[in-house]
């Protein structure tokens, strides 16, 4: 991050559009139970900061909803998918969870990271992947899987994964949900077979 | 009321209790860490379960209401077994080094571990270390030990009303941490250090000093603010080694002032110890004898009408009280004990007590608080202020205060002739109306003002209108922020017969009228320090403060842990002060130099020794004498007419809370906490 980028989330106020957003969300709330709003705001200011939530952003929730800046933070830090730390532009989140695993997760998990020449946790030094082991993720039909910012990509083997991360990388149209072809959403196998033959 | 049966013993609870409190009523104890009769309910130790008939698994008592014929099992061997096994868990991440830790000996983890903890540990992965927190100069942490019971956190929320810590992550990651690196600011904060029931918070200048089953207890009363908490000293070896609380539910609940807590190591720093006089300008030390004996000369010498007293902010009413007959019979009138220039009424009680009391403070539901920072100068009551803030259905008004009160209010703005204002007025009394418990706090430090009579009538006007006063309720309080000051106004240390107030006895020793100026530890007193050459001062007290070094004569006193001494506090209430260590070298009680100064000259004291004193005390002022109670003093009504008040602007937001008395100006602790805490508050207060 360079400098620039750093002083506008010291400086951090909600856009427009998020205010917006905001002013329907409370409007959800009692008014002397604001605080209720923690997570959709911490939420927004999420998506705002590039996927991540500077101190800033958590004093600026803790002020609209008037509830300190520390009971904003038990939150923040509570919950695992706030980041607060910043991320790449492509947030892979990899579900190792027993389905997952049980289809080979760990070798691709391993794959990824010999890719992207990162560990868990790590940022690939161009800036443009941040690694991430998760729990399960709830597409376990589709087993393997990664999450990539707001989209699932699943059926996942090594030379999709790659084939994957290479067309991010480079801007590439890429196909979301299922990499398999053929197969729709989360249909059975054999369901697959029929379709082919019809 | 519900009944319900707790080990085949029937017992009635009211409703809402919780089945923790059923048992107490049966006389079981219940083990626990998270709960704290004070604070809310957080359920997550769960080191209190007990068995309920029907209920498949152990049920967490502290968190459980009561209902009809439950049947509640404490002594079971599932009830055993449960709890054995959440002190395994506790124990898992502990770091069992009880040999080291301060909070050994009074430790809850300790203790219950002896009854529910195995003799050995099951546990082989390495063990989570967590990195220690930096709370500032008064609490000193080790957070590995923490078993997250939150009770701090609670603490610091409910009571305190800052929000300065929080319990960040989860699970195996979970911390307690301060919102900002550094300290926390709160004037409560080192009631966190009693509340831990494990040695995560411990206190930091008591650190290392001394093991808790060595310290002999003596219980006192805090003179660092007017409240009057009741306080045991632990004391090892003749020295003092540290202040905590005693619960008392009508003055301070169970919380201590950090100023209180934390002050006592000013009692060794900077202590007179022998007499001194002036040798051509220069203080050289003396004897009792000659000391006197020079006193006695220039008083002699010299017309009493240019003779003046000033008392100050820790001296007891033994001390004002002899000084007053020994000034009394050489004819000296320029006596005060308000010391801080406050104009504060002086012929009834009730001008200056804080009548409804600090117990009643629980039922009040509307409060004007008038000119004073109740938060930095009487922490406890303020946070009592709090507690029923909380509670809901109270609405306070707040004129020339500052705004960071820990509860919520509607300022009236810093002008106190607002008052006077018409809008203003109807607003205060439909603020008012309806009312049943209604409470104006006035602080005695808006009464130091110039107009500060007038202040004080046009508020007991008001009061008087508005229906405040009654004959079974008195809402009008006085905050007084000194230990000394109602024990000065109640035994008459005031100018009589036309005497000079501080004000004039300030302004006569500018103009060099005044030739003798006795300093009773008053080095409070608000006076321009060059213009104490232009008499001769003789100074009284424990500490080389402020004035000692510019006096002619020094007399060294005790302090209140040297002496049993009488102090009342805000409410009127008197109690006594233990003697803990000896007197320091050649130091005396201060009323034992009056006595000897009056034997000198005009010897009508009659009495010798302490009990005789407090004998001719309690039958002269027979509404100090009850020693622990108070009783409501009669409401005189005021017959002057209101004046207009001239516009002056003060919120008292430049209060140093940690320094307000010699001994705190003394105090190391003290002076760290300015230090860290005042200088970095500004960047927290953004944050809290």
Redesign the interface.
């Known amino acids: 991050m360079n400098l620039t980028e750093k002083s506008k989330f010291e400086n951090f106020k909600f856009s427009k559009e998020n205010s917006f957003l905001i002013d329907n969300i409370l409007k959800k709330y009692p008014a002397n139970q604001l605080g209720s709003a923690v997570m959709p705001l911490l939420d927004l200011a999420m998506r705002q900061c590039n996927g991540w939530i500077p101190e800033a952003a958590m004093k600026e929730v803790g002020r609209l909803i008037n509830i300190p800046f520390i009971k904003v933070y038990e939150v923040a830090t509570f919950y695992s998918m706030f980041n607060l730390k910043p991320i790449g532009k492509y947030f892979i989140q990899f579900c190792t969870t027993t389905p997952c695993w049980l289809n080979g997760s760990d070798d691709l998990l391993e794959a990824c990271k010999k890719y992207l020449k990162i560990k868990c946790g790590e940022t690939t030094e161009d800036g443009l992947f941040t690694l991430k082991e998760v729990e399960c993720l709830g597409a376990c039909v589709n087993a393997p899987m990664v999450q990539i910012n707001d989209d699932y990509f699943e059926d996942l083997n090594k030379t999709n994964l790659i084939k994957l991360l290479n067309d991010l990388k480079n801007e590439n149209k890429v196909k979301i949900g299922t990499q398999i072809i053929g197969r729709r959403g989360a249909e059975p196998f054999k369901n697959m077979e029929k379709n082919k033959n019809a | 009321m519900i009944k319900l049966k707790v080990n085949n013993k029937e017992v009635e609870v009211p409703e809402g209790a919780t089945v923790m409190q059923a048992c107490e009523a049966a006389g079981e104890e219940i083990p626990r860490f998270c709960y704290h009769e004070r604070l809310s309910i957080a359920g997550n130790c769960r080191m209190c379960l007990v068995e309920v008939e029907k209920s498949p698994k152990p049920v967490a008592s502290c968190a459980m209401p009561v209902a009809d014929d439950m049947v509640i099992k404490t002594n079971t061997e599932k009830v055993e077994k449960a709890r054995k096994g959440v002190m395994e868990f506790l124990l898992i991440n502990h770091p069992l080094d009880c040999p080291i830790c301060d909070q050994g000996g009074e430790c809850d983890l300790q203790d219950q571990s002896l009854y529910f903890g195995k003799s050995t540990s099951r546990y082989e992965d390495t063990k989570r270390a967590v990195e220690d927190k930096n709370f500032g100069p008064l609490i000193k942490t080790v957070m590995t030990r923490c078993i997250h019971c939150t009770r701090c956190v609670r603490f610091m929320d409910e009571v305190a009303g800052t ?8 699970g195996e990651g979970m911390e307690i ?3 900002i690196e550094g300290g926390i600011t709160s004037e409560l904060s080192g009631n966190i250090i009693d509340l831990c029931p494990v040695g995560a918070l411990t206190s930091k200048p008591y650190a290392f000093t001394a093991r808790s089953w060595e310290l002999n207890h003596n219980n006192s009363i805090d003179i660092s603010d007017a409240v009057g908490s009741n306080i045991r000293i632990d004391e090892f070896n003749g020295e003092i080694k540290r202040i905590l609380p005693r619960e008392n539910d009508k003055i301070n609940q169970e919380w201590l002032s950090d100023k209180g807590r934390f002050f006592y190591d000013g009692l060794s720093n900077q202590r007179l110890d022998k007499p001194f006089y002036k040798k051509s300008s220069k203080l050289v030390p003396c004897d009792w004898s000659l000391a006197l004996k020079i006193i006695v000369e220039k008083l002699k010498l010299t017309n009493p009408d240019n003779v003046a007293a000033v008392s100050g902010a820790l001296t007891d009413i033994e001390t004002m009280y002899t000084a007053k007959e020994f000034f009394k019979n050489i004819n000296v009138n320029n006596i005060d004990c308000r010391f801080n220039l406050s104009n504060i009424p002086t012929s009834n009680a009730s001008d200056w007590l804080f009548n409804s009391g600090i117990e009643n403070i629980d039922k009040i539901d509307k409060l004007f608080v008038i000119g004073c920072d109740p938060r930095r100068e009487a922490a406890v009551l303020n946070s009592r202020i709090r507690q029923r803030w909380l509670t809901g259905n109270l609405d306070i008004l707040s004129l020339c205060t500052p705004n960071d009160l820990s509860y919520k209010f509607k300022s009236l703005g810093d002008d106190i002739s607002s008052l006077c204002n018409i809008t203003v007025q109807n607003n205060i009394k439909r603020f008012f109306e309806n009312s049943k418990f209604p409470m104006v706090i006035l602080g005695d430090s808006i009464l130091t003002s110039k107009q500060g009579e007038n202040i004080h009538n046009l508020v007991k006007i008001i009061c008087q209108d508005l229906n405040i006063i009654r004959s079974d309720w008195n809402g009008f309080n006085v905050l007084n922020k000194y230990a000394s000051r109602i024990g000065g106004l109640s035994v008459g240390f005031v100018p009589y017969d036309g005497g000079m107030s501080a004000l004039n006895i300030k302004n006569s020793l500018k103009d060099s009228k005044l030739k003798i100026l006795f300093l009773i530890e008053a080095d409070d007193f608000d006076v321009n320090i060059k213009d104490l050459k232009n008499a001769f001062v003789i100074y009284i007290g424990h500490h080389g403060d402020r004035y000692a070094g510019s006096s002619d004569i020094v007399l060294p006193t005790t302090a209140f842990t040297e002496k049993k001494s009488l102090f009342v506090n805000l409410e009127g209430r008197p109690q006594f002060t233990k003697k803990i260590t000896s007197n320091l070298g050649k130091a005396v009680d201060a009323w034992k130099i009056f006595k000897a100064l009056d034997q000198k000259i005009s010897d009508k004291i009659k009495f010798n020794n302490h009990s005789e004193l407090l004998k001719s005390i309690f039958e002269n002022y027979p509404s100090i004498s009850n020693i622990g109670n108070y009783v409501a003093q009669k409401w005189i009504k005021t017959n002057k007419k209101k004046v207009l008040l001239t516009s002056e602007k003060n919120n008292f937001n430049t209060n140093n809370f940690y320094q307000t008395c010699s001994i705190s100006r003394s105090s190391e602790n003290m002076a760290n906490c300015v230090k860290t805490i005042l200088k970095s508050k500004k960047v927290k207060d ?3």
């Open positions: 929000h300065e810590l929080g319990a960040i992550n989860r941490m301060a919102a953004e944050f809290i």
